[in-house]
């Protein structure tokens, strides 16, 4: 007994002291291989990175980090069957990360990034590369969110369609889902921007994190811009009325009881504005008497509005914000609406849907800048004197300086609105006739009932 006690004593004494002699071997190696990392020496540090990944894998994930860099820098300057070699062994590495470090790896960005290396270096056929974009966006869509990775997945898709591998229905379906996804990030990065640029408004300093946040917020929303852009330009003619009116009039008696159909035909013909063809009463009449919804009732508003009966239209119009759930369509729905009031003069009633809109999807810069337009449209009535009714301007470029930093697809056009308006502002030497002070509020009257603060000229 006495010596099975000292066996298993020396066992548990040997054991631990091989743990931690494998424990300080890892750490050894990884210390040699992360120091020629940091240095960015990476010809020395692949071989000991890859070491450590094989021998010690738990380590930690710093192993994974750096080792990335080094396949990135090995992929960067080898050529033939050696780069396709380190390719599959950077995908190797990314899988491996995933399974031992799931808690600090994103399986979307990790997929997204396979995949858009399949891409980028045509690993395999179109349908393979497309399989691997698709399974980062439905396995975890909320972080695949590169805007590279997000064109390349749709942009595949329309290819094997032109190639007859698709129809043109799976690319409008795709369409719909890859925009809501451009849509939905650019909403997140308004949202985190909007208070910062109140703030700004308002004459208050921004720190140090905060104006990176703004600057990181106005680069990434104009990445975004300019994938939507694209994905845009390679849907093309397709989208035409040309082509879409003959696409669902072939299949219009059979569907008409279809609600899938009947809604996927008006949104995408309401979307393009091809509401002028008998097919889109058609299809806009059988969808709201099968299934009334926002689309349905947005369609017959645009049929009323095309008609001329103004009335009926907002009647319909309203019907269909109260009936969305999605923000971006409830959003060009409240926008519709707004403009309806502003064509009518009715600037207050304008205003108050725009503002709904901004409050359904922050990155419409186009509402800023039409409230931008109605508040310079009325400066000649809202102040006693010259100076305050000049002063409306400021507000108006606030207006217009918001719409450029949210949304870059309007920047240039609110950017020289914005400059337009300042020059019709008063200038330096007014506000010192004035004996007027930087920072100083002035209360807007009339309609607009805002505070706009005397810019440091």
């Known amino acids: 007994m006495k010596a099975k006690l000292i066996a298993l004593v020396f066992g548990a004494v040997f054991g631990s002291s091989v743990v931690n002699a494998q424990s300080n071997d890892c750490a050894t190696m990884a210390a040699l291989a992360y120091d020629d990392a940091k240095a960015k020496n990476y010809d020395a540090a692949y071989e000991p990175l890859m070491k450590v990944r094989k021998e010690c894998p738990k380590y930690s994930l710093a192993t994974f980090q750096y080792g990335e860099r080094a396949l990135k820098y090995k992929i960067d300057n080898a050529e033939g069957e050696e780069k396709e070699a380190f390719i599959e ?62 064109y390349a ?72 811009n300019q994938v939507k852009n694209a994905i845009n330009g390679k849907l093309g003619q ?78 319909y119009y309203n019907e269909a914000a109260e009936l969305e759930k999605d923000n971006s369509a409830k959003a060009r729905i409240y926008y519709r609406i707004a403009g309806n009031y502003k064509d009518q003069g009715s600037f207050s009633q304008a205003r108050t849907y725009y503002r709904r809109a901004l409050s359904a999807k922050p990155s419409l810069g186009s509402a800023y800048l039409q409230i931008a337009s109605m508040y310079a449209q009325s400066a000649n009535n809202c102040g006693n004197t010259t100076f305050e009714k000049r002063a409306v301007y400021w507000a108006a470029a606030d207006y217009a300086r918001r719409a450029a930093s949210v949304d870059p697809s309007i920047a240039s056009n609110a950017s020289q609105a914005a400059s337009s308006y300042m020059g019709r502002a008063p200038q330096k030497s007014d506000i010192f006739q004035e004996g007027r002070n930087a920072g100083e509020a002035i209360k807007i009257g009339c309609w607009i009932g805002e505070t706009v603060r005397i810019p440091n000229l």
């Open 238 to 315: 397709r989208a035409d009325c040309d082509n879409l009116i003959p696409l669902y009039t072939k299949d219009f008696d059979e569907k008409k009881t279809d609600v899938d159909w009947l809604r996927n035909a008006n949104a995408r013909l309401s979307a393009k504005d091809c509401t002028e063809d008998p097919l889109f009463m058609r299809v806009s009449e059988a969808l709201h008497k099968l299934d009334p919804s926002a689309k349905s009732a947005f369609s017959l508003g645009q049929l009323a509005e095309a008609e001329g009966n103004r009335s009926k239209a907002l009647q």
């Open 153 to 224: 997945y749709f942009s595949l898709l329309v290819d094997m369609q032109d190639a007859g591998e698709r129809s043109l229905e799976d690319v409008f379906a795709k369409y719909d889902e890859v925009i809501a996804k451009v849509e939905s990030e650019e909403n997140e990065l308004a949202e985190r921007l909007a208070p910062l640029l109140e703030k700004q408004d308002q004459g208050e300093a921004l720190s140090a994190k905060e104006k990176t946040l703004v600057k990181n917020s106005e680069i990434n929303l104009k990445a975004y």
């Open 89 to 150: 062994e950077l995908i190797e590495l990314w899988e491996e990360r995933l399974e031992l470090f799931p808690q600090k790896t994103s399986k979307g960005k990790v997929y997204g990034d396979i995949a858009q290396l399949r891409f980028d270096y045509k690993i395999g056929d179109k349908e393979d590369q497309y399989e691997a974009f698709d399974k980062a966006f439905t396995e975890d869509p909320d972080n695949f969110t590169s805007p590279k990775g997000i």
